[in-house]
């Protein structure tokens, strides 16, 4: 059965330094890979997706998240974390179709 | 998260009465589905839908009941509300042959 592990249940880091939030996944064909933010209160906002191609993925506010397939990971990463980063990120997985697999949740908290 | 409308966003139900969530999308994506969103579990499909007159259970549907009249609008009902169904609602909706999937801004629901 597919399943997404997010190994870090909370995350501090300081504001200006690096950030890498763990994903590993389990599937067993090509998945389609997603990283999703929720600020406190608020929807889910789609920071980027992996389908195919480039394994290294861009996206919204600096983000950026690669696809290891011999890993099963697809960590996202952003070079200098600001404040307003600090949310819950979840990694999903969904085959083609339309049921997303979702991680239980990293939240970041960022140190001033 | 413009085009997916959830209603209410806030809700306050006693044991054992019914309600409606309501979800609307105008991008007449021919998939809908119902997230709900628990601490530490990430999100889990309850119920979802391919297109209109067709629903279909998820990981979590006990409790719940969908149907889908139109393609704008997939209703969730609680027949008759438990405490432990208090949790946080997702609509999502995707278009048929993409893979991206969009929330809504999510419906707070509690029942005491």
């Known amino acids: 059965a597919q399943s997404v592990t997010q190994p870090d249940i909370h995350i501090t880091v300081s504001e200006g330094a690096s950030l890498e939030l763990r994903c590993n996944y389990s599937?067993?064909?090509?998945?389609?890979l997603f990283w999703y933010v929720q600020s406190p209160g608020q929807g889910l906002q789609l920071l980027l997706k992996y389908f195919s191609g480039d394994t290294l993925v861009q996206g919204i506010k600096g983000f950026e998240a690669e696809f290891k397939r011999s890993q099963s990971s697809f960590n996202l990463r952003k070079p200098s974390v600001h404040w307003s980063d600090a949310a819950e990120y979840f990694c999903?997985?969904?085959?083609?179709?339309?049921?997303?697999?979702f991680g239980s949740g990293t939240r970041l908290l960022v140190r001033p | 998260n413009a085009g997916v409308t959830q209603t209410p966003k806030f809700q306050v139900l006693k044991t054992g009465q019914s309600m409606t969530l309501q979800c609307a999308q105008d991008m007449n994506h021919e998939y809908m589905s119902w997230y709900r969103q628990d601490p530490g579990m990430g999100l889990r499909l309850i119920h979802y839908s391919v297109g209109a007159g067709i629903t279909d259970q998820g990981e979590v549907p006990n409790g719940y009941n969908v149907s889908r009249s139109t393609t704008e609008d997939f209703p969730l009902r609680l027949l008759s509300a438990a405490p432990s169904q208090t949790s946080v609602y997702f609509c999502?909706?995707?278009?048929?042959?993409?893979?991206?999937?969009?929330f809504g801004e999510g419906s707070w629901l509690t029942v005491v």
């Open positions: 599937y067993g064909a090509t998945p389609y």
């Open positions: 999903a997985v969904t085959d083609s179709s339309y049921k997303l697999i």
């Open positions: 999502a909706t995707q278009r048929g042959g993409e893979n991206t999937i969009y």
